[in-house]
């Protein structure tokens, strides 16, 4: 049984620092496409970062030069830092995986059938 679960999130003053973790169950990461989503209240789910099988990694251009997506294979969990924050960064975060193919919709959550329960990042300015 698939099974993710996000930790790390809470609050935090605007320039400060968090590290989610998605601790995955019933597969293997590296197998499949992962990303790290999240949505404000009253917004649409919106890819914050990916990384498909081969380890390659994606940033949206909100996240570029502030998060940082990466997973530990052996723990079997994926981790997005997340430095710098702005009072626009407060969300749930929400980790997906997809057995499909992202490569052509990684910013897209119809293309991730797994989730998980999703976490709080809440930022003051």
């Known amino acids: 049984q698939v099974q993710l679960v996000e930790s790390g999130g809470g609050s935090a003053q605007s320039g400060g620092s968090f590290r989610l973790s998605c601790a995955a169950s019933?597969?293997?990461?590296?197998?499949?496409?992962m990303g790290w989503f999240r949505q404000a209240p009253g917004k649409g789910r919106e890819g914050v970062a990916t990384?498909?099988?081969?380890?390659?990694?994606y940033l949206a251009d909100s996240a570029k030069g502030r998060f940082t997506i990466s997973q530990d294979n052996a723990k079997n969990t994926m981790y997005l830092q997340m430095n710098s924050l702005r009072p626009e960064d407060a969300a749930v975060y929400y980790c997906?995986?997809?057995?499909?193919?992202?490569?052509?919709?990684?910013?897209?959550?119809?293309?991730?059938?797994?989730w998980g329960q999703g976490t709080q990042v809440t930022v003051s300015s």
């Open positions: 997906a995986a997809s057995w499909d193919d992202c490569s052509a919709s990684r910013w897209s959550a119809g293309c991730y059938r797994y």
């Open positions: 990384i498909d099988p081969d380890g390659n990694t």
């Open positions: 019933g597969f293997n990461v590296n197998d499949y496409w």
